[in-house]
């Protein structure tokens, strides 16, 4: 049974920098693409980052791109998302999600396990 299970959320001030991590098993984690989205109160589920099975390839949302980085530890069996220079406007739900596909695309289409994610509240 695939598990992916995020963690570091939490309140922070505007400004400030938070990492989460996400502890992935049940799967060959070397082969899966991982993803981060985030859902903010009464809206969709936004892309935010992705890497590819390797880490050699990164993808970013533009509001993130510069503040957000996103790495992975296939040894581990992590994806981690660090966050800086947070805003109000991050306030959201982040989930951690893996696809089978080559690509790590932007769609949560793409996407095939998912995690049930981490609250992150930036106050301003």
């Known amino acids: 049974q695939v598990q992916l299970v995020e963690s570091g959320g939490g309140l922070v001030q505007a400004g400030d920098s938070l990492r989460l991590p996400c502890a992935a098993s049940?799967?060959?984690?070397?082969?899966?693409?991982m993803g981060w989205f985030r859902q903010a109160p009464g809206q969709e589920r936004d892309f935010v980052a992705a890497?590819?099975?390797?880490?050699?390839?990164?993808n970013y949302a533009d509001p993130v791109k510069g503040r957000f980085t996103i790495s992975r530890d296939n040894a581990k069996n992590t994806v981690s998302l660090q966050m800086s220079s947070l805003k109000a406007g991050d306030t959201a739900v982040y989930y951690c999600?893996?696809?089978?596909?080559?690509?790590?695309?932007?769609?949560?289409?793409?996407?095939?396990?998912w995690g049930q994610g981490t609250q992150v509240t930036v106050s301003s």
């Open positions: 890497i590819s099975r390797t880490g050699l390839t990164t």
């Open positions: 049940g799967l060959t984690f070397s082969r899966y693409g």
């Open positions: 999600a893996a696809t089978q596909g080559l690509r790590i695309g932007s769609s949560d289409r793409e996407y095939d396990f």
